[in-house]
T-cell receptor, first 112, second 114 residues
């Protein structure tokens, strides 16, 4: 089993749709959680950190479920510009502190 | 301010050759990371520097890969006797002081081994 798993998609949704991605992780000692966005042939850019209490930034909401070991990302009112690959990343503690383990990414295409 | 920069942006080499990839982190960031990303995959951790020392090099695939950060700023990833399977995008990231903090990525170096 991979340490971090994502549904690779692709997800094809119309503008204005709501779309949700999940990401599961296997290491129960994981401490920090992130969602990155990556455009084609570009570097990953931080979209959101994910906190235990959940957090929201405009149309984006991230949640963490430690009991079930998954994080989620919800995008409301999708825009064409949201088309990208969304990567979840998990940082374990202890000797792995600082090391991010990424999922393979979920491809989102928003169409008119 | 300036972000993470990497040079070269593209590198084509022949199997068996030696390559060096350079990373300039964000000024003042003490933590520096190298990742490798293959097509259709997420970035894969290689090594993490805290200052001049490698805090975690558990992701280096074998002894052909080596990285240095002699003055705690610029880092060089060195690959000896390159193989076709080394072809990937090599990403560098930096963070202000280490674990738990946002890692900012550079644009990457696309390495192609023929």
């Amino acid at each position: 089993r991979k340490e971090v798993e994502q549904d690779p998609g692709p997800f094809n949704v119309p503008e204005g749709a709501t779309v949700a991605f999940n990401c599961t992780y296997s290491n129960s000692a994981s401490q920090s959680f992130f969602w990155y966005r990556q455009d084609c042939r570009k570097e990953p850019k931080l979209l959101m950190s994910v906190y235990s209490s959940g957090n929201e930034d405009g149309r984006f909401t991230a949640q963490l479920n430690r009991a079930s070991q998954y994080i989620s990302l919800l995008i409301r009112d999708s825009k064409l510009s949201d088309s990208a690959t969304y990567l979840c990343a998990v940082e374990a503690g202890g000797t792995s502190y600082g090391k991010l383990t990424f999922g393979q990414g979920t491809i989102l295409t928003v169409h008119p | 301010g300036a972000g993470v920069s990497q040079t070269p942006s593209n590198k084509v080499t022949e199997k068996g050759k030696y390559v060096e990839l350079r990373c300039d982190p964000i000024s003042g960031h003490t933590a520096l990371y190298w990742y490798r990303q293959s097509l259709g995959q997420g970035p894969e951790f290689l090594i993490y520097f805290q200052g001049t020392g490698a805090a975690d090099d558990s992701g280096l695939p074998n002894d052909r890969f080596f990285a240095v950060r002699p003055e705690g700023s610029v880092s060089t990833l060195k690959i000896q006797r390159t193989e076709r399977g080394d072809s990937a995008v090599y990403l560098c990231a930096s963070s202000r002081s280490g674990g738990g903090e946002t890692q900012y990525f550079g644009p990457g170096t696309r390495l192609l081994v023929l």
